[in-house]
């Protein structure tokens, strides 16, 4: 049976443990793909410090090496859309943060005609407070990359 093309971006800043339970959802669905947000997108989008591309690149390969034990591909994207305009994935994974994207592609997609990629959205992973493990939270000293609180 072939594998299913699955998908996944983002800018991974701090990998915390949302990003790994993001992962997780889009290994168990098939053969991924990751889109990692360079340096000029992450600065744009998120309006604050962020890790490096090679540091946050390095970061998702040494989890991916030690927790799934895979070589992945790990591209730079410039976009929101990355690959997904051009090639075909069965699915595409996100968090309640980036659903609205995946959305946005999917509509995309049909303008070109072009099937929609099947979204996964998992759930936010919740620090000790209840509220989102992000890293604006972390950077902040407010919880670590696990969610427990350290203020």
Do not use: C, W
């Not at 659903?99 to 072009?114: C, D, P, Q, V």
């Amino acid at each position: 049976m072939e594998q299913k093309k699955v998908i996944v971006g983002g800018t991974f800043d701090l990998l915390h443990a949302g990003h790994k339970a993001l992962l997780r959802k889009a290994f168990e669905s098939g053969e991924v793909s990751i889109g990692l947000v360079s340096d000029e997108m992450a600065q744009k989008s998120r309006g604050r410090k962020v890790e490096g591309f090679e540091i946050r690149q390095k970061e998702l390969e040494d989890f991916i090496k030690k927790e799934i034990n895979l070589l992945v591909k790990i591209f730079r994207i410039d976009d929101k859309f990355g690959p997904t305009l051009k090639e075909d994935f069965d699915y595409i994974v996100v968090s309640p943060e980036t659903y609205e994207t995946a959305l946005e592609i999917n509509s995309e997609r049909k303008k070109i005609n072009k099937k929609p990629i099947e979204i996964i959205k998992i759930e936010y992973v919740l620090a000790e407070d209840k509220k989102p493990i992000s890293s604006t939270r972390i950077y902040s000293g407010e919880i670590n990359r696990e969610g427990k609180l350290l203020k």
